[in-house]
């Protein structure tokens, strides 16, 4: 292997890792040692000796990453303007089945539209039924640099790429023994501190290198109570308006919205008569009464109100997360023409993350005369007789909390080199991955109904004096062991009856992953040369197996806890793919054509559950002089569906549904009052839907692959009159066709009746009617290859580096800006319903302009950052067509922030170096009705962090 040319050598390289560079991105580590100038990866499998690539790149180092003050990889991609907040540690705060992981959203299109590799190869997903990847699993400590590539890359590396493609290089050939340790804490009392430890240790001999690393992470769960600026903001119907359109607007934000007609305590006629509640002990205290109105059960309440509910009393802002990993690197060359190279990973992490605790909202009924705990003042006061109804927050059984426990192994080994035909060189790869990753998911103190409906149903026994079960034979799980249960009051019941009537959810995982590949690359130099240089070709296939379970306990199963029974879950497929790739080098330095080359790539897979999928792209790159070139691409991907959208089995649950026919909604849409009487449905209907319907959904196994087009052009222009300089700028547009969605309740049985020339027989059949009362009783929803999205916008770049000293002064300076505008972001439930449009652009999260400079300041051995961040004002209104309008709301937006980042390092000698760092120095937040991920909402805080080199 010694003997390779630097040019093999590189082209090896894009073969091990699938890497890319941006024209304008530093040049590969590897090659720079070797003062090789402008070898670099492409997006493709194919190396260059031009630093030259059609297709838009970004980069981003280990030394930014470290700036972030995080372990939480996807959180630092999301402060990046091309990917979305979605699905980071915060964005996953509200599920229970991603509690604790993290992934990246790229262009906002969805996380399982974004590939994720780990150099080059593809990693085994973290969620199940997913291929979604779990970015908090890869080590920081061990990551060299990220590359990101916009736009579709199927044709290159297979389905998922739709958006784009993440490429995390790891450390390779690392030599020596260091520990890291960071810490990171609010300045402002905010609960939100993470730290970490690690240690990273190599060795090398003249044929190879080993490489270990282990590490601990620990991240501070934070409460929404922790958060300064959130005070349970909602929205108030504004008593001035007049209608819609009247200059006036609709509702108004407050803050303190909660309920009154539920707490912890017990609240006795919840929705209207003699309402009262009580205090901790059980008394009879009054109930605090909404200055202002939400809805049917929210209100403004006062601000001093100890004995309302309040949603933010239980929402997590960040879960507790504790991790522990381990794995290694090697590579060895077995000849000067063949190496080996391998990794493995071990990742572990407990979670814990909060969720309301079970309720029950006015259905508990309470028997006056004879309940064995209800007060005399109590009893008095309801007349002594007949039953009432009750609405009570079991916080005395616990949140419903996620308490997680996800493993993750990781390996993969290979060979690669080289060899020579006649005088022609061929790099060729074998490789082959396994991943798992196992989660034992418990939902904690869970209620179980029917137990809880026979302990509230109590009596005094008249033999004993003790409160008993009116029914001691009653319940579903335990029949016969019925305990009396107190619900007057907090935590007045025994822990025996409070351990009856809750149980916890226990589900169990596992995915894996099993890939075997191999590709080869060549040039055509010995016998077919183009004016602008040899051919470059690249070749190769990939076999992959993707299975999936859950498994849920017994009593789950049954349906006798308060969520709706789940069955257990399987599923798998496998794919055979074979792709090539060309290019064709067609001018060099000529007049008006420094560079003139054209890239194409075709991949062709057959899915076993979903059928053939083709994938494309070409590129084209044309430098007319050496100062600029013009880049452009155009390509189709695909995505098959993932194995829960293919596989999930029909399950039971529930679903709120407004019901279209009902009076209130019927002139919503012009062709819905007809097909309502064509149903049968009576004019005037009201609905009773106040109240959750059942719903039948689940996986279609006769789903296909999802297609895009993409587009990019731009131009880079690097002019030699000013050295270290770089602007760049891209266009990009993304059409996904045949989407995969899952159809909600909602617009199932909205298309039902919305659809042109009579009643949609295709939704109506999924929708199940009362034959007396008209009611929706039943839903049936699954997914669909149905809907259509698209994105466009345009984003720039401008490098630039400069030695002081040509201005007399001392030191080094860097500049980046990057500005990301964001033209259009649509969404079509239904593709074949072009007019029902959801335009999200401008929307919170999804901002039409973002803007991110980073300044550097080096000084022999002191390194000072200034990094800002800003995002435009963003609307919180529908902004599609028929949407919403900046009347509905005061206020209707959430203004510009723009916040600060400084930090520095210094290195002490040549074994320590110090990190120091305040983030959003000038604590700048989004106001308290927005907690979207994409806003820092924690504010102000520091970070340090220690390298020590042994």
């Given amino acids: 292997m010694k003997k390779r040319s630097l040019v093999s050598k590189a082209i090896n390289l894009a073969l091990v890792t699938g890497l890319s560079f941006t024209a304008q991105g530093v040049l590969a580590e590897e090659m720079a040692k070797e003062d090789v100038e402008k070898i670099t990866v492409t997006g493709s499998r194919i190396a260059k000796t031009e630093l030259s690539s059609p297709t838009p790149v970004l980069v981003l180092g280990q030394a930014e990453i470290a700036r972030f003050g995080t372990p939480d990889l996807g959180s630092v991609l999301a402060e990046l303007p091309a990917i979305g907040a979605t699905n980071t540690l915060s964005g996953n705060a509200g599920s229970n089945a991603l509690a604790g992981s993290s992934s990246a959203d790229l262009r906002r299109l969805g996380a399982k539209r974004s590939l994720v590799l780990v150099n080059g190869k593809r990693h085994v997903a973290g969620s199940p039924g997913s291929s979604t990847v779990d970015l908090s699993t890869i080590p920081a400590v061990l990551i060299e640099r990220i590359e990101i590539i916009t736009g579709g890359a199927s044709a290159i590396y297979g389905s998922d790429a739709v958006t784009g493609v993440i490429n995390v290089i790891l450390k390779s050939d690392y030599e020596g023994l260091e520990l890291n340790a960071t810490a990171s804490d609010s300045t402002e009392g905010v609960a939100a501190r993470n730290h970490t430890v690690s240690i990273v240790g190599g060795t090398s001999s003249d044929r190879g290198n080993v490489t270990f690393f282990a590490g601990v992470e620990r991240i501070e769960e934070t409460m929404s109570a922790d958060i300064r600026q959130l005070k ?48 901790e002990t059980g008394n009879v205290i009054e109930q605090c009464e909404r200055t202002a109105t939400n809805s049917f059960a929210f209100g403004q309440l006062p601000a001093d109100c100890k004995t309302g509910f309040f949603t933010e009393d239980y929402e997590n802002i960040y879960p507790a997360v504790q991790r522990f990993y381990v794995g290694s690197t090697m590579n060895y060359e077995i000849t000067d023409q063949v190496r080996f190279f391998g990794d493995f990973k071990y990742n572990s992490a407990e979670v814990q993350q909060q969720f309301q605790p079970s309720f029950r909202f006015g259905n508990i009924s309470i028997d006056v005369a004879n309940n064995a705990f209800l007060s005399d003042e109590a009893r008095a006061r309801l007349g002594g007789t007949g039953n009432v109804s009750m609405a009570k927050f079991f916080d005395e059984l616990g949140n419903r909390s996620a308490d997680n426990e996800r493993e993750l192994f990781r390996a993969v080994a290979g060979f690669d080199g080289y060899f020579t035909l006649s005088d022609t060189n061929f790099d060729w790869e ?90 080869i690359s060549t040039d055509t130099s010995e016998f077919l040369n183009l004016q602008g240089g040899p051919i470059g070709l690249a070749a190769g296939f990939e076999y992959r197996e993707e299975t999936y379970s859950t498994i849920t306990d017994e009593l789950t199963k049954s349906g006798a806890l308060l969520g709706a029974a789940t069955p257990d879950e399987f599923g798998d497929y496998d794919v055979t793919e074979s792709f090539v790739e060309i290019s064709l080098p067609l001018l060099a330095d000529v007049d008006f054509a420094h560079e003139l080359t054209l890239d194409a790539a075709y991949r062709t897979a057959d899915y076993s559950h979903a059928g053939e999928a083709d994938a494309w792209k070409v590129g084209l790159m044309y430098a007319p002089i050496k100062d ?292 959003n120095a000038f604590d700048k937040l989004a106001p308290g009705y927005t907690i979207n991920p994409i806003y820092d909402i924690v504010g102000r805080r520091i970070f340090t962090g220690l390298n020590v080199k042994f």
Wanted: charged content about 25%; hydrophobic content about 35%; glycine content about 8%.
């Fill in 232 to 279: 349970n903001w909602g929205t108030i119907v504004n008593p001035e308006d007049t209608g819609e359109e009247d200059g006036i607007f609709d509702r108004l934000r407050v803050p303190y919205v909660g309920s009154e007609m539920i707490n912890r305590f017990g609240v006795i006629n919840p929705f209207g008569g003699d309402r009262f509640t009580f205090d």
């Fill in 628 to 919: 600029v070139r013009i880049r452009a691409t155009i390509g189709e991907a695909v995505r098959a569906p993932n194995l829960s959208e293919a596989f999930s089995p029909q399950s039971p649950g529930f679903a709120r549904v407004s019901d279209p026919c009902d009076a209130d909604n019927i002139n919503e849409d012009p062709d819905r009052a007809a097909n309502c009487r064509a149903l049968g449905i009576p004019e005037g209907f009201e609905a009773n839907d106040n109240v959750s319907v059942n719903l039948i959904s689940g996986g279609n196994p006769e789903l296909f692959s999802e297609t895009s087009m993409s587009k990019t052009v731009g131009i880079v222009w690097t002019p030699e009159s000013i050295e270290n300089f770089t602007f760049t700028v891209d266009f990009y547009d993304i059409e996904i066709e045949d989407a995969i969605i899952e159809v909600a309740a909602q617009d199932i049985a909205d298309n039902c009746v919305d659809a042109t020339g009579g009643p949609d027989e295709l939704y109506c059949s999924a929708v199940d009617r009362n034959p007396t009362t008209y009611d929706v009783e039943l839903v049936r929803s699954g997914f669909l290859n149905a809907a259509a999205l698209n994105v466009r916008g345009v984003e720039s770049e401008i490098n630039y580096s400069t030695d002081l000293a040509d201005f007399e002064l001392p030191g080094e300076l860097s500049v980046k800006l990057f500005v990301s505008k964001l033209l259009e972001l649509e969404q079509f439930e239904f593709q074949d319903r072009p007019d029902e449009i959801n335009v999200e652009d401008g929307e919170v999260g999804d901002p039409s302009l973002q803007v991110r400079l980073t300044t550097n300041y080096r000084l022999d051995d002191l390194l000072v950052n200034w990094t800002v961040r800003s995002i435009d004002r963003s609307v919180t209104y529908d902004v599609s067509p028929n949407g919403g309008s900046p009347e509905d709301t005061n206020p209707s937006w959430v203004p510009s922030i723009v916040t600060h980042d400084f930090s520095a390092n210094y290195i002490i000698n040549d074994n320590v170096r110090v990190d120091f760092g305040v983030r």
């Fill in 430 to 519: 074998l490789f082959y991955v396994y991943g798992e990753s196992n989660n034992i998911r418990v939902t904690e103190n869970d209620l179980i109904p029917e137990n809880f409906a026979a302990a509230v149903n109590s009596v005094i026994d008249p033999d004993t004096g003790e409160a008993v079960c009116a029914d001691p034979t009653a319940g579903s799980v335990a029949a016969g062991s019925c305990v009396a249960y107190n619900p007057f009051g907090f935590r007045q019941a025994s822990q025996e009856a409070r351990d009856w009537v809750s149980a916890n959810v226990t589900r169990q995982d596992q995915i894996t992953q099993e890939i075997v590949g191999g590709s």
